[in-house]
Each structure stands twice: as structure tokens, then as C-alpha cells.
């Protein structure tokens, strides 16, 4: 049975302008498994993830990160919080926040030079992360001097270089192009193989089926844990988080309507060819 490896209970946090982003919010993530958190824009999805990642603490109810209680003296306790953080990468809906430095390359470099690693595996670590993402012709750029992209891709290879047990991705292909954000999803799908906690916030209800076995759908004070087939065949649970069902089922469900037997509904392309292949194939 694998661990929790962040445990939520009966979460709230209000920021201090007195928003109550998240109230009540039970939820638990296992090692190993591939999360989404979809909802309606304002529903407290990043909050949530910054909660998750141990960069806010909650107003009340308790958060467990590694099995460890995370509360504000805990937070502020750099070197307790190191130990957990070392484990986790988040990459920001913002890139802005998450580069700060006056290169691409130095962003990139940060985490595994605190993470202790000598400078010549700290050089191929940066140098094969900014190679995959495709950013070696803008290492020597200011983040500032990036397109939307580039900067989103910037920060996502910023917490890839370290490679975390677990990763918390607020919006990843928000801005990738198709082709970049097909790459992405296949690295999602091999570090997920590979054993990694991934957990994203995503509007991307097409990328959804590729990556996520568990959702999490939630509007502030509700959160329904559901997986993947559950929550795509609940038209009701979808339309009041303003979630599409991903092309590949609405074309199934109007076939279906249309009077083609179909008994279980593809949810992406590689289910879609199976479905159809079965058919022909009687
Ligand atoms: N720093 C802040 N100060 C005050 N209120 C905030 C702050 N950040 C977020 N909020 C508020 O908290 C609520 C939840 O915001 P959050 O960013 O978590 O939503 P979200 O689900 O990620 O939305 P989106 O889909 O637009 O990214 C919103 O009402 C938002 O206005
Ligand atoms: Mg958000």
C-alpha cells in the first residue's frame, strides 16, 4: 500500500485581504500517483497547490507533507522545511515568480546547486534539461527577454533539473505550442512510469486522460475526488466547474447518441483507435 505523501484535513486559507480561497478541503495524494485539479477559474487551485507544496500555511485543519505537520512555526523553520522541499518541485501558473535570476541558465542551475551537486554534474544536469525543453539558444537570456513559451518552458525545466519526488504543476501547458506541450505530456507520462507524485492544475481537459488517473475537482469549499471515468462521464460535476469532456468522448457520446453501441466511452486517441479497431474488427 503506498504512503500519503500529502495528506489535507479540513484545509482552509483565507489571504489576508480576508478571501477565503479554500474552506474545508479533505484530500490525500499517494505516492506515485498522477493528480489533476480542475475547476473554475478562482476555485483555489493554485492555493491549494501552494498549500500542497508547503509554501503557505493553512489558516485552519492540518496539512501533512512526508508524514511531516506543516503549520506556520513550521514554515518558518528553514531548515526543517529544506528536507521537505528538497523532495518537491513547483512550477508557478506565473513563470514571473518563478525566475528570478539574470540568465536562463542560472535559474535552471539554482536548485542543483543548493541541492549540493558539484558544478560539473550541476553543468550536464542544466545543460541536458534546457537541451530537452529546447532552450539551449536563450540560456545566455534574461528571463525577461523570453517569449510566453519560452518563459513557461523556462520555468518548467527549473524544477525538472532536480528531478523531485514529487511535482506540483499549476497550469504547465498553459502557452506551449502543440508540439511542446505533446513532448511534455510524453516526459509527464515517463516520470509518472518512473515511479514520480505528480499533481497538476489544469484547465487542459485534453492533456487530462494522458496523465491523470485521479481528479480532484474542486470550487473553493467543494472538492469531489473522482477517477478519470467518473468524473468525465458526470456531465452535471462538469459543466458547474466550466469543464469541457475532451473531443475524443464528445465525438464517442454523439456517436452513441446517434445510435452506435460503444459500451465504454475513449477518452483519447489511443482509446479511440482501440475502440474502433474492436469494431471494425466485430
Ligand atoms: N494573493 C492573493 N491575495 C488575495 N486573494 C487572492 C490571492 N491570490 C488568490 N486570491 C483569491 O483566492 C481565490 C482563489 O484563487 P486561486 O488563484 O487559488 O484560484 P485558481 O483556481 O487557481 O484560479 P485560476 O483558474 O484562475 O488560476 C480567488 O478568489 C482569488 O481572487
Ligand atoms: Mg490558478
Partial sequence: MPSPVIELHNVSYTY????????????????????????????????????????????SGEVKIFGKKIDGKMISNVKK??????????????????????TVHDDVAFGPIHLGMSMDEVESKVSDTLKFLGLEHVAEKHPYELSGGEKRKAAIATVLVSSPDVLLLDEPTADLDP?????????????????????????????????????????????????????????????????DVPLVARLFKMLESSGLNCDEIPFNTDGAIEKIRNMVNG
Fill in 179 to 243: 508540439k511542446s506541450r505533446k513532448e511534455f505530456v510524453e516526459l509527464l507520462k515517463k516520470l509518472k512510469d518512473g515511479g514520480k507524485t505528480i499533481v497538476i492544475a489544469t484547465h487542459d481537459m485534453e492533456m487530462l486522460p494522458e496523465i491523470a488517473e485521479k481528479i480532484f475537482v474542486i470550487d473553493r469549499e467543494n472538492i469531489t475526488e473522482g477517477n478519470l471515468r467518473d468524473v468525465l462521464m458526470d456531465e452535471k460535476l462538469l459543466e458547474e466547474a466550466n469543464l
Fill in 16 to 59: 489576508p485581504d480576508g478571501t477565503e480561497a479554500l474552506k474545508n478541503i479533505t484530500a490525500k495524494i499517494f505516492e506515485g500517483e498522477s493528480v489533476a485539479i480542475a475547476g473554475p477559474n478562482g476555485a483555489g487551485k493554485s492555493t491549494l497547490l501552494l498549500i500542497m507544496g508547503g509554501l503557505l500555511a493553512p489558516s
Fill in 81 to 102: 522545511m529544506y528536507e521537505v522541499r528538497k523532495k518537491m518541485g513547483i512550477v508557478f501558473q506565473d513563470p514571473d515568480v518563478q525566475l528570478f535570476s539574470s
